[in-house]
């Protein structure tokens, strides 16, 4: 067996692990944390990089508190639990800087405050899977393990929102007394702000009896069961009509719909709070037409039409335009359209391409926003408000837009859409050069 090593820990990787440096070569390290002094095991060594288990914590970090969640270190639902909140953001935007400097080669003229909001029960946005005990019969509901395929038996899960974060054991032993157990590989939930859904991938179909196990289920929690036999095009109650989720912008006075397999911002708090920072970041008159590039379900699209004399807004999914169209209806809002167009590729003749907008609004997949960069600068825009899931694709973009085609970085800061995992959202605002 590798002798036990002694590593200081020096930083943070990209999923959450320590990171050390012994003979000039870095080594991962999960469960340890920058500034700490820890016993180390190496059992994977590559050409780059080592990997080495946890030992022992020699002498502790100052930012290491008591996980809430049991199953933490085995759930690979979050990563940073060992963390104090506080610290796990300024570590996130640490490295948010460093990716800009390194990438990019830029860096902000003003780092924005981090914005920040609910730090447990936070996540109205999951997909589950599902695995069948053979020896006991009942089912396991919960996130992938952080080193093996195999699922995490989640009794209950601290991050998700209510009511399901509370009721995971329950669905286990729900789904294992169904005459189909073996046949649904997963469950997608979404959590609406008056109803919540769980979607049933089934690959067999149930029985009325089982039927009657999810109503009943469904009564006594509060919520609402989908099935979806294939793709997601054929997901659907159980009976009945379909019954839309909802959330609100109540700074915006927009209401918008949505269904439990669209994407949404996962932390809803934050969501409102990342709307608001901005359009006071892109800051629109009146007499302003916006474009809203990767535009979804209108999230940014509606409460910009509340600020601006026009909105388009583009998004590649024709069911999350449909979405949009629809939520612009429901607001009553005439100032706002919208079109279907793959931002990925090159864009033909369409005519919104060729008109002019005072404010341009990005908030691309992880991929990033880089094919539709020479739109944005052709657009006339004079401020542009970028929102990244992604730090290393955003880094690059942003080299993009102030060394090629002539913005400045304003102000950047990073978001926790997403506390105790190494996800880095971030918020940022170019203007074009006088």
Known sequence: ??????????????????????????????????GEQVLIRRVRKRARLDEA?????????????????????????????HMAPAAQVEAKAREYVQQLERIGHVRPERELPPLTGPVFGYRRRARLGVKVLKKSGRAIVGFRERTT????DVRECKVLAAPIGAMCEALGELIGLL???????????????????????????????????LQAFGREHGVDFWLQPGGAETAGPIEGAATAL??????????LEFTPLDFVQINAELNRR???EAIRLLAPEPGDRVLDLFCGLGNFTLPLARRSAEVL????????VARARRNAVLNGLANVRFAIANLFEPLGGEPWTRERYQRVLLDPPRAGALEVLPLVAASGA?????????????ARDAGVLVNEHGFKLAAAGVMDMFPHTAHVESIAVFERRK
């Open 246 to 255: 909802e959330y609100t912008l109540p700074e915006f006075d927009v209401r």
């Open 179 to 213: 005459s189909i157990a073996e046949s649904v590989p997963q469950v997608e939930l979404g959590i609406g702000e008056g109803n919540s859904i769980l979607v049933l991938r089934v690959l067999a179909p149930p029985t009325a009896a089982d039927i009657a196990r």
């Open 53 to 81: 288990v946890l030992v022992e914590i020699v002498v502790p970090a100052a930012t290491r508190v008591e996980p809430a969640c049991a199953r933490f270190g085995r759930c690979g639902g979050c990563a940073l639990q």
């Open 382 to 394: 004079t401020r542009v408000v970028y929102i990244s899931c992604h730090p290393a694709s955003f």
């Open 313 to 320: 807004g583009v998004e590649g999914d024709a069911g999350l």
């Open 149 to 152: 395929p195999l699922l995490t």
């Open 274 to 276: 990342m709307v608001a």
């Open 1 to 34: 067996m590798q002798a036990a090593e002694l590593a200081e820990i020096v930083g943070l990787a990209h999923d959450g692990r320590g990171i050390a440096r012994l003979g000039g070569k870095a080594v991962f390290v999960a469960g340890a944390l920058p």
